[in-house]
């Protein structure tokens, strides 16, 4: 797809970020805005995926370890036609299927996991990928992981396992944003050398700009390697499209208020 | 009624790594994990025969948790098994979330259950794991009672559930005494002695103790009614309603914490649909130590005199 047409799409999932996000009164809208591109690029170009047959034993699987910016992935699951784009006003309601946190039990197609602790994605991920490599079928598992949940000890077991195991179709997604709920990440708790740590533990590792269309078009393009699993450093800003949000931390766990929301949204006009 | 005997000294995990061997022979999708200590909990069998369907994870348990999640959700049948301290406790948050929120057929095999694991002190002596893991949604909690019920009920466990089932066993031999012919079902207790002057509800290695408090309580010509609770989640409410309505008292006994194990899910029952007097037997709510399982059940109170006389101190109250 060309970039300006995924553009379009990004354009319209944050739209739809803010529009629900507001609806519901309480969320995350600061990493949801800020990977806004990557889900475009992933549900647009990348992933093999069936809107009208979620379940089709050949699509590519999304995992989604930071379960808190669940808005992104709904906007764009009903961007790409797995639900009408109404019920995205249904976000964090009682009886909604769009949980607060990804819940498979409410039945929302196109939902892999529900997550919401941090540190267990990528475990899970790993689990499919094994599952793929012993049934020798060939698909894609991409996961999506938050800089700060690097910080889970857990997430290191994961990626030790997923080396070890050789699981070359397995692609971590870090949004390496730099700011989590207490503030930078290099302040709250370093986690640099970030390329080093992932080479250290068996992967191929990719960095890009998590913003920029082409340059997730290209690094996507990379993957999958041989032998290796592979990990995306996508540089992001929290906030992405919004000028008053864009690396303010303290818009991690803020919504917009409804006064706000006009503005906000001629902004991304 | 049947009079069980011991046909022979043997662990409950040896049962349990029967039991998925048996599964595994019939059914392709089972898949088994590795933390390490593969021989000690007896997946060696699994992994002896089927080396392609086994993944060493080393010493890793969230993350072998979390991935039997990836391995449950494309349609594999994974078995995780490690000792109950490790298995239930340092795992919960995975198992609460990746496993039982996302209701996955997921076995997890707790072994080196109780204090009779003995030597190896309060660490390794899993006494808190029936409380977590039965407080969580979707979870099927099973402690059978000696090795054939744990074969038995890890096969059922296998080829008859959906949800996510933790499975308890132990580590140093006990009588086996269960007969395959009788009827076992998840979710239903058995009921090994018939008697209506109290109830003793026992699971896992403690039904044995039980069943030999009930004969020498027989000799003094008290008829106690001895229920295994091989299953503690579902819980079979109606066995044990019926006993409460027939025999007025009810002990239990289980080698875990006296908080928050079976005899609370018991009480948790016989409180609400039909109170009797209830004595709860289990661990007194501190940690273990190190001594042979011998004298650490002696110390206390996990065996069959010291239920003898706890039972008559019920029926006396």
């Avoid at chain 1, 913003?211 to 592979?230: A, Y």
């Avoid at chain 2, 660490?123 to 744990?150: C, G, K």
């Avoid at chain 2, 466990?157 to 140093?172: K, Q, S």
């Avoid at chain 2, 039909?274 to 501190?286: A, L, S, T, W």
Wanted: proline fraction near 4%; aromatic fraction near 6%; hydrophobic fraction near 40%.
């Amino acid at each position: 797809m060309a970039t300006t047409q995924l553009e379009h799409i990004a354009k319209d999932i944050r739209k739809s970020v803010l529009i629900s996000l507001t609806e519901a009164g309480s969320g995350h809208l600061g990493g949801s805005l800020g990977l806004a591109d990557v889900f475009t690029v992933l549900y647009f170009q990348i992933m093999k995926h069936f809107p009208e047959k979620p379940n089709h034993p050949d699509r590519d699987k999304l995992i989604l370890s930071i379960g808190h910016i669940a808005p992104v992935l709904y906007a764009t699951l009903s961007e790409a036609g797995y639900f009408e784009k109404e019920e995205l006003l249904t976000l964090r309601k009682l009886g909604s299927r769009l949980q607060g946190h990804p819940g498979r039990d409410h039945g929302l197609p196109g939902l892999e996991l529900s997550a919401g602790s941090l540190g267990q994605g990528l475990s899970v991920a790993v689990g499919m990928a094994l599952a793929d490599k012993m049934d020798e079928k060939k698909r894609e598992i991409f996961c999506i992981l938050g800089d700060g949940e690097l910080q889970e000890g857990s997430v290191w077991e994961a990626a030790m396992s997923a080396s070890h195991h050789n699981l070359n179709h397995l692609c971590a997604i870090v949004d390496r944003n730099g700011v989590q709920i207490d503030g930078q990440t290099s302040d709250v708790m370093n986690i640099e050398p970030l390329a080093d740590k992932w080479k250290a533990f068996g992967w191929e590792v990719l960095e890009c700009d998590g913003n920029n269309i082409d340059s997730l078009k290209e690094t996507f393009s990379k993957f999958p390697t041989v032998n290796k699993p592979t990990v995306i450093l996508a540089r992001t800003k929290m906030g992405k499209g919004i000028k008053t949000i864009e690396n303010d931390f303290h818009w991690h766990g803020r919504v917009p208020a409804k006064s706000e929301l006009p503005d906000f949204l001629k902004e991304l006009e | 009624m049947r009079f069980y005997t011991n046909k022979g000294d043997k662990a409950t995990r040896f049962g349990f790594g029967e039991g998925v061997l048996e599964a595994a022979k019939l059914n392709p999708s089972v898949v088994g994990i590795g933390v390490d200590i593969t021989a000690s909990v007896s997946m060696d069998l699994f992994a002896n025969q089927f080396p392609e369907r086994f993944f060493s994870i080393g010493i890793a348990e969230q993350n072998a948790v979390g991935i039997t999640a990836g391995l449950a959700l494309s349609r594999k049948i994974p078995v995780f098994s490690t000792y109950g301290v490790f298995a239930a406790l340092r795992t919960t948050d995975f198992i609460r979330i990746s496993v039982c929120y996302n209701n996955l057929h997921v076995i997890i095999g707790g072994a080196h259950a109780g204090i009779s694991v003995g030597p190896d002190g309060a660490t390794h002596q899993a006494l808190e794991d029936i409380a977590i893991m039965r407080v969580l949604p979707n979870m099927t909690v099973l402690s059978p009672a000696d090795a054939t019920q744990a074969r038995l009920l890890t096969e059922k466990a296998i080829n008859d559930l959906e949800g996510p089932v933790y499975i308890r066993f132990g580590r140093e031999p006990v009588p086996d005494f269960t007969i395959p012919e009788m009827e076992t079902n998840i979710g239903k207790g058995q009921i090994l002695k018939e008697g209506n002057d109290l109830s003793i509800v026992a699971t896992g290695h403690m039904v044995w103790e039980a069943l030999q408090a009930a004969y020498s309580l027989k000799k003094k010509g008290i008829n106690s009614r001895v229920i295994n609770l091989h299953t503690i989640k579902p819980i079979d409410k109606e066995i044990l309603i019926k006993a409460a309505k027939e025999t007025g008292k009810i002990l239990t006994i289980e080698e875990h914490q006296i908080h928050g194990g079976m005899g609370s899910a018991v009480a948790e029952v016989i409180s609400q649909h039909y109170p009797v007097k209830m004595r709860i037997m289990g661990f007194p709510d501190q940690f273990g130590e190190s001594g042979t399982a011998g004298e650490l059940l002696q110390k206390y109170g996990l065996t069959a005199g010291n239920i003898k006389k706890e039972c008559e101190i019920l029926l006396d109250s």
